[in-house]
Every structure is written in C-alpha cells, then in structure tokens.
C-alpha cells in the first residue's frame, strides 16, 4: 500500500462520485473507520512508510457496500453502509 491511498482515507470519509462510505482494511484483515484512521494517523503513516508490523498497516483503502456489521476494530463502531438496510 502506497502513503497516498492510505492518507486518502484520512482526507476523504466518502467516495467521489457517489458519496460512498470508504474505510481501510488493515493488513491482519480489520476494518478500520475514517475516523480512528484521522486518530491514528501518526502510526498509519510510520508503519506504512517503514512497512513495519505493528499492526498499524492499512492493506486497502475501499467502499463498504453492504456489510452491515462491519464494525471498525479499533473504536468499535459500525461503519456506514452504502446500501446495507440496518
């Protein structure tokens, strides 16, 4: 993963077009919300850089269509679906 499609996430809570809500996919395979993404980006963007394994590694930065259990593995909380009925 590349620093400008993590910092992507930071800058951009929605897709454009569309107005998508995006979220990262961590390298272990968590979901990761914008918002703990904007929190942690001190150590997102030291473990992207340096390809670490600290556990901080955002594998894709993607849409989350229809998951409507799709909780972020660092706060907890469900990620927006775009076309999920919660």
Not at 1 to 15: D, G, I, P, W
Not at 32 to 58: F, M, N, P, Y
């Amino acid at each position: 993963m590349n620093l400008e499609t993590a910092k992507r996430l930071v800058n951009e809570k929605y897709a454009w077009p569309g107005g998508y809500p995006m979220y990262a996919i961590m390298k272990d395979g968590e979901a990761l919300c914008c918002d703990c993404a904007v929190k942690e980006w001190k150590q997102i963007e030291e473990a992207t850089k340096d390809d670490g394994h600290t556990g901080w590694e955002i594998a894709d930065v993607t849409v989350n269509w229809e998951d409507t259990e799709c909780v972020c593995c660092n706060c907890n909380k469900k990620i927006e679906s775009a076309y999920g009925n919660d």
